[in-house]
């Protein structure tokens, strides 16, 4: 019997990776788990507040540590990068978090790591091409929280809405994470019956889940303007891709994944289902559009790679 060990190294410790950090000790996920930070001091406190917790959960080595302590871990999870401020979108920290990605990508190399890496920064879809531009690791070990955690969102409102529990939603949120992102409610399914079936009942118009659409895609601004940054969610999200990615489950799971000519896009990351195990992405789940679905896909394409081309022939990569 050989004795599994799972090295995880968490780059970022602000509120996102300190959440994801205590996500995974709750969870006992990976025996050693190395926070780096450039408050080191910070990442060291928070390495014996969650230590803390092994008494009740399971044991885990857990230290704060710098790049150097990359180079034989499985995965390197990236929650760093300038927080999205009231009045921001994702989109518009897209200069300032290039420069701290390169900054990260460089080192983290350098140690001679060869694992998989998962963004979560924003904007998570182009940072994520940055990241596997910047590694030169292939495409299906560097790929992004993409619509992880707005796919959670729209499921915990329709499961509201239909008064059902939200992880028997069958939906997902599909393109950018941000504001061009859209729901597959063509598409959509509770228990094998179509949504739209289950909102014909229920008197619910298009209308009706359209505004759920938005208020899923705008969360992110309500909670920023309440308390200053959201954080639980996308943590538990990223907790629940790394635990597809430590126990090699083969789940489908919504994640920014590269394209490779799906939904008719090349040399881009984009949010859509994937199947994800041990390997990273070991493929994407092309899930079919209508029309008008498939229409937003390639305008939430066009926004990110516009935004992304220029951004990146600025640092030349």
Known sequence: MSLQHHKVVLVGDGAVGSSYAFAMAQQGLAEEFVIVDVFKERTVGDAMDIEDAQAFTAPKNIYGGGYEDAGD?????????????????????????????????????????????????NPVDILTLAAQKLSGLPTTRVFGSGTSLDTARLRADLGKKFNVDPRSVDAYILGEHGDSEFANFDEATIGGRSIKAFAKD?????????????ATAHKAYEIIDRKG????????????????????ENAVLPVGAYMDGQYGLNDIY???????????????????????????????????????????????L
């Open 229 to 248: 940054a959201t954080f639980y969610g996308v943590a538990t999200a990223l907790m629940r891709i790394s635990k597809a990615i430590l126990k090699n």
């Open 270 to 316: 984009i949010g859509t289902p994937a199947i994800i195990n041990n390997q990273g992405v070991a493929s994407v789940i092309e899930t079919p559009l209508s029309d008008s679905e498939a229409t937003k896909m390639a305008a939430s394409a066009k926004a990110l790679k516009d935004i992304a081309d220029e951004a990146f022939a600025k640092i030349n």
């Open 73 to 121: 871990a499985d995965l390197v999870v990236i929650t760093a990068g300038a927080p999205q401020k009231p009045g921001e979108t994702r989109l518009d920290l897209v200069d300032k978090n290039l420069g701290i990605m390169k900054s990260i990508i460089e080192p983290l190399m350098a140690s001679g790591f060869d694992g998989i890496i998962l963004v979560a920064a």
């Open 202 to 214: 229920a008197n619910i118009s298009d209308e009706d889940l359209d505004a759920i659409l938005y």
